[in-house]
Structure formats: structure tokens, C-alpha cells
């Protein structure tokens, strides 16, 4: 496993080692030991969670609110996504940032976003499956949504519709200014 870090270094791009020949192919998706290594402390992962989506669906960008802060090791099985984490780090030098990388079960890669980040991805093959681990369960009153098309994040999510599917929930998303005022927040 090769970790590599973004422009924001705490977000991880996880390679892993494959193994191919005529049968198909082999990897360790994931290794304790081994993700321990790369991200520097101890995770645990509480919760597995696997989504289908078809073209020009976006899901995102997501967080949850402490004390139900959720990092997360994301995936896809089958497709490719364009996968985007933003700063919503309180303090942080990279508050409001973002990276984006192309997650697809071709190149095998995975993502590491720590807890502090909005995540969210857009499909961009006829269909996708997304799976991540999550390092805290599912807290509906601590979740939260951040548009992902707010003008101050300026995300390239590479796309020439600029209308992708959302959920309701994800058009009801906040800017960032908003989703800060409503938590007190004021970086």
C-alpha cells in the first residue's frame, strides 16, 4: 500500500499493491496495521455503508458535526466518480479547501478523509458503486450538507451538466458561510 498525500496533506491517496495475471486480480483493500502506518495514529472503523448511483448523480458534500465527526475510506467498486473532500476545520490553514481525485475500480485507488471534511463525489461512468468506512455511526442530528456548487468553495468537479441529480437533501445543502454561522463557527 502506497500512501500519498494531497494539497491537503491530511487527505490521503491510498494505492494499493495489485496483483494480476490471465485469471483476474488480487489486493488487500484494507490493512489496520498498514492504514495505521500511513495516517500516523490509530482509526477504527465503525461502520460499512455501499451506494449505487447512476451518470451525473452528485452526493455531497456531507459531514457530521461533532461529537459525531465521521473520517472516512472511500472507494468505488465498480465505475468512477470524481471524489472531492473540503477543509471545514475550524482553524485549519486550509479551511475551505479542497482536493478532488478519480476513484474508479479500474485504478483501485481509495481516499482518506479524516473527520473535519466535507465529502462528497459526482459519477461520472454510467453507473457507480461507492463503499466507505466510516469511523463513527451514523448520527441524523449531527449531519449536515454544504452545497457543492457554493461559490466560495469554486469546486471543478469537471462536469458539463450543471445540473446533476441531487437528493433533496442535497439541494437544501448550505453554503459554507451558512453551515459556520449555524454552528457558531466564524473563520
Known sequence: MK?????????LLIEP???????GFFYESYNQKAFDAAV????????D???????GTLRGLHYQLPPHAQGKLVRVTAGEVFDVAVDIREGSPTFGQWVGETLSA????????????????????????????CTDFYAPDCEA?????????DIHWGVDNPS??????????K?????????????
Open 17 to 23: 499493491r495489485v496483483f494480476g495475471d490471465e485469471r
Open 175 to 187: 453554503t459554507l458561510h451558512q453551515a459556520q454561522a449555524e454552528t457558531g463557527r466564524n473563520d
Open 49 to 55: 455503508n455501499h451506494s449505487r448511483s447512476v451518470k
Open 3 to 11: 500512501a500519498i498525500p494531497l494539497a491537503i496533506p491530511e487527505v
Open 164 to 173: 446533476p441529480l441531487l437528493s433533496e437533501k442535497d439541494r437544501q445543502g
Open 106 to 133: 479500474e485504478n483501485k485507488r481509495q481516499l482518506w478523509i479524516p473527520p473535519g471534511f466535507a465529502h462528497g463525489f459526482l459519477v461520472t461512468s454510467d453507473v457507480a458503486e461507492f463503499q466507505y468506512k
Open 145 to 153: 450538507c454544504i452545497r457543492w456548487d457554493d461559490p466560495t468553495l
Open 40 to 47: 500516523g495514529y490509530p482509526v477504527t472503523f465503525v461502520q
